[in-house]
């Protein structure tokens, strides 16, 4: 029940946010239904129990839609309904401009109600409409009143049970099955026939639909035949218009009262970290018995405290399959835009990961995917003359690696022309030897405005969005990399924290300030003797399992007094070629720490990815790994000429 002191427009703002995620989980399970009953296009017979699952899901969002007031919404869903109902009658096949409809459909609802929630114009519905009205009446002549008159006598019949026992006796005056089955037939709709075995006799069972009265069906008895009327058990039917179809057991949380959750666990993290360090300030003050109890007592409450951490972050997770079956959509609508023929591989869709990064992983993977078959995926005679299947493969992949999540977004096409980047940027990227250099590339194709095309399409070059990809990821304080070789194929590489609110980080010192790494942007802690640090044009190394390591002192990056002898500790980040090691004066250990994004422009510094508190009141920087690694040196791509 509403709290009656709710303000009106507030009560409707909330009603309007389960409109949405209600419409969202339906569109979700169409786009689902909709890909596989493809299949059936021009089929006689089609899969009745999905077609059942596409009319309950637009039938909700048409009726949702009008209890919101977005008539678009409502017009357009009412439209794929009864394209759904004749369809359902299984009179006609699903021909191949009804199903573009249904998909074309599909799609600009789900604009109507995107633009609805973002409060922007909504898109003209036209024309679509006139497609599913020409679908749908090319199916059909059936008058709607004669189609209501249908209905109205399918509820007026009633289900019997009629049972027929032949003897000889009945035989011989000609009353048998066949003439059982034609008298039946002449008062309704036999449903089944079924052989029985009464009392060691055979015996035939009748179910018929008829709206004959029981005076009528009394008759019947005289040549033999028992009835009984078959009565339905009562069940109870929520309509689709309500706004939640969701079980009892669960319930749909807004995603802002998570984060407030989250907000919460955060601050009872500090304020056990301040108790942790005011404890170590009275231990000599107190007997040794009172400090070992009040000490079980801080270490159970910082164990009681981290599963409620995971517990809250297990609440926020949602399988990825959530973004991959979007894709499953985008894939069919790019390959027929781009007339390739190309088939999607899905692999490790149960991996979870934050709601928070379910909305933001969306239009970086849609640029990724839209690039694959756009500029990897060759034409078809291209494929066959190279050796290689007529189809191409697009593989999307997640795993989870610790705290990471790693997406990968490959295809089997061409790979990127590295010799016409080079020639673009004027940057060398490829050695002697013929290997690539993969940052350096991903750094230029990552520009601005960067492409080795003439001439502009809609998807202009891999560079086209990649500078968007990039910051993206870069947002969620995760890393991008790519591999690609020149006629086998791209393949892109994301790693990602799986949630960014409460996190384990390293505490080190640089100069006498503190700050705090993300553990999981550290590949190792090293301990480095400054004597084994060599100079190497303008940088220093350190040979580190038997390959050269570039340092990069964080004393020199933020303009801090640092330790010119003795040992030092650096933290190993990045992979591969990018491995770099992060120079320190001291690590101080692991913490978890609550992480406070810097959303004031004036104090985004670079290299700075927010800051977080250990209890003592003071702030520590968490420091942004990537971006000190572009900053120190030097991406390739502020170097090359873009003409």
């Known amino acids: 029940m509403s709290d009656p002191n709710q303000p009106p427009d507030e009560i409707f703002s909330q009603f ?173 709709e036999i449903l089944k026939t079924t052989p029985l075995v009464e009392n060691g006799e055979v015996a035939f069972e009748f179910l018929v639909a008829t709206s004959s009265n029981t005076e009528a069906l009394n008759e019947l008895k005289d040549i033999g035949l028992t009835f009984t009327e078959i009565i339905p058990e009562i069940t109870t039917e929520v309509t689709s218009t309500s706004i939640s179809q969701a079980p009892a057991t669960s319930v749909r949380v807004d995603l802002v009262r998570l984060d407030q959750l989250m907000l919460l666990v955060g601050e009872l993290v500090v304020t056990r970290a301040r108790l942790e360090q005011n404890l170590n300030s009275i231990r000599s003050a107190i007997p040794a018995t009172s400090w070992r109890q009040l000490q079980e007592v801080n270490v159970t409450l910082g164990k009681q405290l981290r599963d409620l951490r995971n517990d809250v ?18 894939v069919r609508d790019i390959a027929k835009e781009s007339k390739k023929r190309v088939k999607l591989e899905l692999s490790g869709q149960e991996t979870e990961i934050d709601k928070f990064l379910v909305e933001r992983l969306m239009d970086p993977l849609l640029h990724l995917v839209r690039n694959s078959i756009s500029h990897g995926i060759e034409s078809e005679m291209e494929r066959l003359a190279a050796g290689k299947p007529a189809t191409g493969r697009v593989s999307i992949s997640a795993t989870t690696a610790g705290e990471l999540v790693i997406i990968e977004i490959g295809d089997d096409g061409k790979g990127i022309d590295v010799q016409a980047v080079e020639t673009k940027s004027g940057v060398q990227l490829l050695n002697e030897d013929g290997s690539i250099h993969s940052q350096d590339l991903l750094d230029i194709i990552c520009s601005p405005g960067f492409s080795t095309r003439q001439k502009a399409d809609r998807a202009s070059g891999r560079g086209v969005g990649m500078d968007v990809v990039a910051r993206a990821i870069a947002d969620l304080d995760g890393y991008l990399s790519v591999h690609t070789e020149k006629g086998v194929g791209t393949t892109f590489r994301i790693e990602l924290p799986l949630t960014l609110a409460i996190t384990d980080a390293l505490i080190a010192t640089i100069g006498g300030q503190t700050f705090a790494i993300h553990r999981s942007s550290v590949q190792e ?51 591969g070629s990018r491995a770099t090691g992060l120079v320190v004066d001291k690590i101080l250990g692991l913490r978890e720490v609550v992480v406070r994004p810097l959303n004031d422009p004036l104090t985004n510094v670079p290299g700075i990815a927010g800051a977080t508190e250990l209890g003592d009141g003071r702030p520590v920087l968490i420091l942004d790994v990537m971006e000190i690694l572009d900053e120190t040196r030097g991406s390739a791509a502020q170097r090359m000429q873009v003409n």
């Open 16 to 188: 309007l946010d389960d409109y949405f995620a209600e419409c969202e989980e339906h569109l979700a399970v169409v786009r689902r239904d909709l890909l596989n009953i493809e299949r059936f296009v021009g089929h006689a017979r089609i899969d009745t129990v999905q077609l059942d699952e596409l009319f309950r899901s637009f039938h909700t969002i048409k009726g949702i839609s009008g209890m919101v007031g977005l008539a678009p919404a409502e017009q357009l869903a009412h439209e794929m309904e009864g394209y759904l109902r004749v369809l359902r009658q299984g009179d006609v096949a699903l021909s191949q401009i009804g199903y573009e409809a249904l998909m074309d459909g599909t799609k600009l609802l789900a604009e109507v109600i995107e633009a609805h929630k973002n409060q922007a114009a909504t898109p003209d519905i036209t024309k679509s409409v006139t497609a599913l009205n020409l679908a749908t009446n090319s199916t059909t002549t059936a008058d709607t009143d004669e189609e209501e008159a249908a209905v109205q006598a399918a509820a007026d019949k009633k289900e019997w049970r009629f049972l027929f026992v032949p003897s000889q006796e009945r035989s011989d005056a000609g009353i048998n099955v066949n003439s059982i089955r034609a008298r039946l037939q002449s008062l309704g």
């Open 313 to 330: 972050m297990r609440v926020r997770m949602v399988p990825i399959a959530e973004v991959f079956e979007r894709m499953r959509f985008v």
């Open 525 to 575: 802690v090293i301990e480095i003797e400054t004597a084994s640090i060599k100079a190497f044009e303008n940088n220093e190394i350190v040979l580190h399992r038997d390959e050269v390591l570039p340092l990069i002192r964080l004393s020199n990056v933020f303009n801090l007094p640092g330790k010119s002898d003795g040992r030092l500790q650096a933290l190993v980040v990045g992979l």
